[in-house]
């Protein structure tokens, strides 16, 4: 199993702003995966990052606005760009157990709540 | 397009009440499914896969592609199964992007 640790745990920011947040994997990890889960709402795929590449971006999603890093095979950021309310939500880092499994392990969660 | 619907946003017990969670699924092709279960003040964690056909903390889940259900059941619910739970789809070909329901939260009572 892996260990993930996020940063920040939580937030409170301000209109217009932007805040990174940092997933650190105890173990190399091919793929890491970010989630938006909004309030009373499911879990949302953001993207998928893969170290030396670009992320890979669900639908609904821009780069411009949640830009990611994947530096190494242990790390990675979410950037939320230019914060409205609307971006409220929990932001989850995940890695995957083998490859294609579907077995995900999550980070603790990012809670940010924009005012 | 894939989509996971549970219909019971809450579902509470008694202990020692049978427990049958629900999850429907749509999707055009041969998925697998899982049930995630977050506890309080836990992070999100797999509880069990389709594939494995196996039994965790007497928590059961049979995949009928006829009614495209995933329901996670048990026989008898205990106090420390309230939690959050998730069914989720995965594409069988690509990455494991996977696609959640909007979670059942579970509540069993003494």
């Known amino acids: 199993s892996a260990v993930i640790s996020q940063k920040p745990s939580r937030d409170i920011c301000q209109r217009g702003t932007s805040l990174t947040i940092q997933c650190q994997v105890d173990?190399?990890?091919?793929?890491m995966f970010w989630y938006r889960q909004q309030p009373g709402q499911s879990l949302t795929l953001i993207a998928t990052?893969?170290?030396?590449?670009?992320?890979?971006?669900e639908s609904g999603f821009v780069i411009d606005k949640f830009p990611i890093s994947r530096p190494n095979l242990t790390f990675s950021t979410l950037t939320v760009s230019n914060m409205s309310p609307e971006d409220s939500s929990i932001y989850l880092c995940?890695?995957?157990?083998?490859?294609?499994?579907?077995?995900?392990?999550f980070g603790e969660g990012s809670r940010l709540t924009v005012l | 397009a894939q989509r996971v619907t549970q219909p019971e946003k809450l579902l509470s017990v008694f202990k020692g009440a049978p427990v049958e969670l629900k999850c429907n699924y749509s999707y055009s092709g041969s998925p697998e499914l899982f049930w995630y279960v977050q506890y309080s003040r836990q992070r999100l964690q797999l509880l069990l896969r389709h594939i494995s056909r196996e039994s965790i903390k007497g928590f059961t889940a049979d995949l009928n592609k006829g009614e495209t259900s995933f329901h996670l059941k048990k026989p008898f619910a205990q106090e420390e199964d309230s939690a959050m739970y998730y069914c989720a789809l995965k594409k069988t070909s690509g990455y494991s992007t996977l696609t959640f329901g909007k979670g059942t939260m579970l509540l069993v009572s003494p």
């Open positions: 173990s190399q990890v091919t793929m």
């Open positions: 990052a893969n170290q030396g590449s670009e992320a890979t971006y």
């Open positions: 995940s890695v995957e157990q083998g490859v294609s499994t579907g077995e995900l392990f």
